[in-house]
């Protein structure tokens, strides 16, 4: 799929926000119980403040996906690595999006001296589970029954990828 990439900007609030609450209301994938306002689009610029950001377009200009580099700590210690976040609009699943949008993330983050990405991901999404290992990140770790959501318990599984 032919895609651009910009960085996430107030233009994308509203598409990346719906996005978002699709995940939601549908799934395991993002941990929030209830949607959130359009508001909450400035924790996710706060959040990636100095490191990688994308919104995917496709060649229609439709924001099909977006993504983010974050701290996983603020210690200085830690500043080599970085914690991913990325969703994309349910129609564009398995047709590489996740992946541009993952290299295109690597990159700068490689750029920016990142050496490594880790990824929290809920154990029952399997989809994501078989992403992350088909794109070079190993499980690294298993928080045993420390996610509810909606009256379901799950863990919470992190991966690690090397760049």
């Known amino acids: 799929m032919d895609l651009t990439f910009e960085p996430l900007s107030a233009d994308a609030r509203q598409a990346v926000i ?16 209830d949607m ?5 689009f ?10 990688p950001s994308a919104i995917a377009k496709n060649k229609d200009g439709e924001i099909v996906g977006f993504g983010m580099l974050r701290p996983f ?4 210690t830690f500043s080599q690595t970085a914690e ?24 700068g983050g490689r750029e920016q001296g990142l050496t490594s990405i880790l990824a929290s991901v809920s154990s029952l999404n399997e989809g994501s589970i078989r992403f992350h290992l088909k794109n070079g990140f ?4 298993r928080f045993k029954s420390v996610g509810l959501k ?13 760049i």
């Not at 719906?18 to 119980?33: C, G, M, Q, R």
């Not at 700590?73 to 200085?76: D, G, K, M």
């Not at 909606?150 to 090397?162: E, S």
């Open 18 to 33: 719906d996005i978002l609450n699709f995940y939601i209301e549908n799934s395991f994938a993002a941990y929030p119980e």
């Open 36 to 40: 959130v306002p359009y508001e909450f």
């Open 42 to 51: 400035e924790v996710f610029l706060d959040m990636c403040r100095d490191h």
């Open 73 to 76: 700590n603020t210690i200085p």
């Open 84 to 107: 991913i976040t990325y969703f994309l609009k349910p129609e564009f699943t398995g047709r590489g999006v996740g992946t541009a949008i993952l290299d295109f993330l690597t990159a």
């Open 138 to 141: 190993s499980e690294c770790g």
């Open 150 to 162: 909606n009256g379901t318990v799950f863990d919470v599984v992190y991966f690690q990828k090397t």
